[in-house]
């Protein structure tokens, strides 16, 4: 049995342009659904979108700014009939407290917070129109549920987040949709390879309890887990995947 069997239903993925988003997006369309890819590089999501279907899949592009009611307004229409929204649109600015600049804490908190209630509230909206139920992913992290230096706006961001994703799951449970969390720890990426080879960052690796860093794969089962209907009775979970980092005394 494909327990993750997405044929028929319609996903939507935030920041799909790149990273976690784009690898969201191939994984739900290889699993049979159609995906709207969006963000607000939508160069890059053409390019994805030609990728995914190239290799069978389904999937359209959709320029989003998250941190836009009028964008999100304009998205309205293709969110008719969506079964699953992954809320993955997110970024993170580094500095130290006292550093952090007004722009940087605004920048970070509409794109990582204000943004995925935008986006839970328009999917979500969708979803009770439809009558048909929905899952709502919250893409989190770890730095949601305890500290990291020099990331304040992102961890305050992100856990907000997870308290966004239970106060959901206990209101929208009523419409059949579940709202759920998923708190990746640190990533083997494009994005941060660099970082990794530095004493830092091996100094961060060895404190990970499996001394290594999670894989973009690794994070497959428990979003489908999560986005799929083979978990009907679960939500307001917030799921870690991270080697165990979560456990290490600080």
Known sequence: MNYFDLTGKRALVTGASSGLGAHFARLLARKGAHVIAAARRVEALEDLATSIRASGGSCEAAALDVTSSASIA????????????????GLVQPAPPLKITEANWDTTIDTNLKGMFLMAQAAAQAMQEAGKGGSIVNIASILGLRQGSGVLPYAVSKAGAIQLTKQLAMELARYDIKVNALAPGYLDTD??????????GKA?????PQRRLGQ?????VPLLLLASNVSPY?????????????LNSL
């Open 216 to 220: 973009l794969e690794e994070l497959d």
């Open 74 to 89: 304009a998205l309205k229409g293709r969110m008719a009939g969506l079964d699953i929204l992954i809320n993955n649109a």
């Open 204 to 208: 961060m690796i060895a404190r990970i």
């Open 191 to 200: 994005l941060n390879g660099g970082f990794w080879e530095t004493e830092p």
């Open 234 to 246: 679960m939500t307001g979970s917030v799921l870690t995947v991270d080697g165990g980092h979560l």
